[in-house]
């Protein structure tokens, strides 16, 4: 595997924008393919569409865009930390957190059928802000316990606390009106809740920092390469755990019922795969009980240990591959070096812009597949209409996509959300640089 030649310090790797593209794509294919594959007929090509979308993007899209949140948190900081400045890395990423939680509150006015995630998302980060600084290792000592205990103890609590309504956005009104609950949802009752995405960021974070220290070395390769084959390792075992434990629950569910603990009880006599098709579809933020078996499965969006290993596995496998052909394959080991022509430079464009492109999304879902989905013809007609769900409405929205990647590459400008957010970042950065100079000076 070439060496590569360390790229300029303000190089952005081609390859983690490509991934965060991917993850923009993938959850936008997982809000519109699934919905249209449940209303068409079995065996349809809608039907087919939807369930290998569902597949391929449910609970694995969010998570590989949490843990490239962490990663774009190192790249953001790099300049601050090195320079010694730990407060104002901490503030900048605290202003961005707290700029999500505007931006998706916002959102939430909105009627669309997405669970908006980006108030989530921000709050994670306000929590990640103060350990921006802190040593690698205490870093993935927490990535840890919170991937291992979070899941657990999130189920354990959810027995003897209401969870977030299904569907409900966090709203400004959800904060006037219950902010114990609302903030609540944000931690833990949500269906994105901080306890799991925490642990995402903090990941990010630690590939983060393996791929800039490996860059700074030139030994990008190296690094982008083990990072791709752990996080291979990681998710295959992940899904064989979750298979096995399965089959094993499955089969105790149809045979017995007595004996078996709590919250697989509910299950007593019901079909192997009937069970297999409940337990690996995607949950509302939590693991399905607090029990053993529950902690074993990769139910998306769940949390659970196997859950959180399967979709860190996908999520480094998928950077790792990326940065591995964008930014060293490519360009002979000396990433930075060559620019990207135009299809790559449309993407990689449009992955550096993810807070626009998911913000449009989300109007685009309110504007079209809300009210299509209010029409009952769309239940007892003739469906969805092409344009609001389905492989059609998805076309549209990627060329959308791909339209607005190539727009800002040619144009050589960033997204107007995400120049907004550094605007403020930096603002808010220099006032406390300026702040610091004038009591320096008093005294």
């Given at each position: 595997?070439?060496?590569?030649?360390?790229?300029?310090?303000?190089?952005?790797?081609?390859?983690?924008?490509?991934?965060?593209?991917?993850?923009?794509?993938?959850?936008?294919?997982?809000?519109?393919?699934?919905?249209?594959?449940?209303?068409?007929?079995?065996?349809?090509?809608?039907?087919?569409?939807?369930?290998?979308?569902?597949?391929?993007?449910?609970?694995?899209?969010?998570?590989?865009?949490?843990?490239?949140?962490?990663?774009?948190?190192?790249?953001?900081?790099?300049?601050?930390?090195?320079?010694?400045?730990?407060?104002?890395?901490?503030?900048?990423?605290?202003?961005?957190g707290a700029l999500l939680i505007v931006i998706g509150l916002v959102l939430g006015l909105i009627e669309t059928p997405v669970?908006?995630?980006?108030?989530?998302?921000?709050?994670?980060?306000?929590?990640?802000?103060?350990?921006?600084?802190?040593?690698?290792?205490?870093?993935?000592?927490?990535?840890?316990?919170?991937?291992?205990?979070?899941?657990?103890?999130?189920?354990?609590?959810?027995?003897?606390?209401?969870?977030?309504?299904?569907?409900?956005?966090?709203?400004?009104?959800?904060?006037?009106?219950?902010?114990?609950?609302?903030?609540?949802?944000?931690?833990?009752?949500?269906?994105?809740?901080?306890?799991?995405?925490?642990?995402?960021?903090?990941?990010?974070?630690?590939?983060?920092?393996?791929?800039?220290?490996?860059?700074?070395?030139?030994?990008?390769?190296?690094?982008?390469?083990?990072?791709?084959?752990?996080?291979?390792?990681?998710?295959?075992?992940?899904?064989?755990?979750?298979?096995?434990?399965?089959?094993?629950?499955?089969?105790?569910?149809?045979?017995?019922?007595?004996?078996?603990?709590?919250?697989?009880?509910?299950?007593?006599?019901?079909?192997?795969?009937?069970?297999?098709?409940?337990?690996?579809?995607?949950?509302?933020?939590?693991?399905?009980?607090?029990?053993?078996?529950?902690?074993?499965?990769?139910?998306?969006?769940?949390?659970?240990?196997?859950?959180?290993?399967?979709?860190?596995?996908?999520?480094?496998?998928?950077?790792?591959?990326?940065?591995?052909?964008?930014?060293?394959?490519?360009?002979?080991?000396?990433?930075?070096?060559?620019?990207?022509?135009?299809?790559?430079?449309?993407?990689?464009?449009?992955?550096?812009?993810?807070?626009?492109?998911?913000?449009?999304?989300?109007?685009?879902?309110?504007?079209?597949?809300?009210?299509?989905?209010?029409?009952?013809?769309?239940f007892f007609g003739d469906g969805l209409p092409w344009w609001a769900a389905g492989l059609g409405a998805f076309a549209l929205?990627?060329?959308?996509?791909?339209?607005?990647?190539?727009?800002?590459?040619?144009?050589?400008?960033?997204?107007?959300?995400?120049?907004?957010?550094?605007?403020?970042?930096?603002?808010?950065?220099?006032?406390?640089?300026?702040?610091?100079?004038?009591?320096?000076?008093?005294?």
């Amino acid at each position: 595997m070439p060496r590569s030649s360390a790229p300029a310090p303000a190089a952005r790797m081609i390859g983690v924008d490509v991934a965060r593209f991917l993850a923009i794509v993938g959850m936008i294919a997982a809000h519109l393919v699934p919905v249209a594959g449940m209303l068409a007929e079995p065996g349809s090509t809608a039907e087919s569409a939807g369930r290998i979308t569902d597949a391929l993007t449910a609970g694995i899209a969010a998570p590989l865009f949490a843990v490239l949140g962490g990663v774009s948190t190192v790249f953001a900081t790099r300049r601050l930390l090195r320079s010694g400045r730990a407060g104002a890395a901490i503030g900048a990423v605290a202003v961005r957190g707290a700029l999500l939680i505007v931006i998706g509150l916002v959102l939430g006015l909105i009627e669309t059928p997405v669970a908006i995630v980006l108030a989530y998302y921000g709050a994670a980060m306000l929590i990640v802000a103060p350990l921006v600084a802190v040593r690698s290792g205490l870093l993935g000592a927490l990535a840890l316990v919170l991937g291992v205990a979070g899941g657990p103890v999130n189920a354990a609590l959810r027995v003897d606390m209401e969870p977030w309504p299904p569907g409900d956005q966090i709203t400004f009104e959800g904060f006037g009106q219950d902010s114990g609950g609302t903030l609540g949802a944000l931690l833990l009752t949500g269906e994105y809740p901080a306890i799991t995405w925490v642990a995402y960021l903090l990941v990010g974070v630690l590939i983060g920092r393996l791929l800039t220290a490996a860059a700074r070395r030139g030994a990008l390769g190296r690094a982008a390469g083990l990072l791709a084959g752990a996080g291979a390792v990681a998710a295959v075992a992940g899904q064989l755990v979750s298979n096995a434990a399965v089959a094993a629950a499955s089969a105790a569910a149809s045979t017995a019922a007595g004996t078996l603990p709590p919250g697989l009880a509910a299950f007593a006599g019901v079909a192997p795969d009937e069970f297999a098709e409940y337990v690996t579809s995607s949950t509302l933020g939590a693991p399905l009980a607090p029990e053993l078996w529950a902690q074993l499965i990769a139910t998306p969006h769940s949390g659970s240990p196997v859950d959180v290993l399967r979709t860190v596995g996908i999520a480094a496998a998928v950077i790792g591959l990326l940065v591995l052909l964008c930014d060293v394959l490519r360009t002979g080991g000396r990433p930075g070096t060559r620019p990207p022509g135009a299809v790559l430079g449309a993407v990689r464009a449009a992955g550096a812009a993810p807070l626009t492109v998911y913000t449009l999304h989300i109007v685009a879902t309110g504007l079209l597949l809300e009210p299509a989905l209010a029409d009952p013809a769309a239940f007892f007609g003739d469906g969805l209409p092409w344009w609001a769900a389905g492989l059609g409405a998805f076309a549209l929205q990627l060329a959308g996509v791909l339209a607005i990647g190539a727009l800002l590459a040619a144009l050589g400008r960033r997204g107007p959300l995400e120049a907004f957010v550094s605007g403020a970042v930096r603002l808010v950065v220099r006032g406390g640089d300026r702040e610091r100079a004038g009591g320096t000076s008093a005294g």
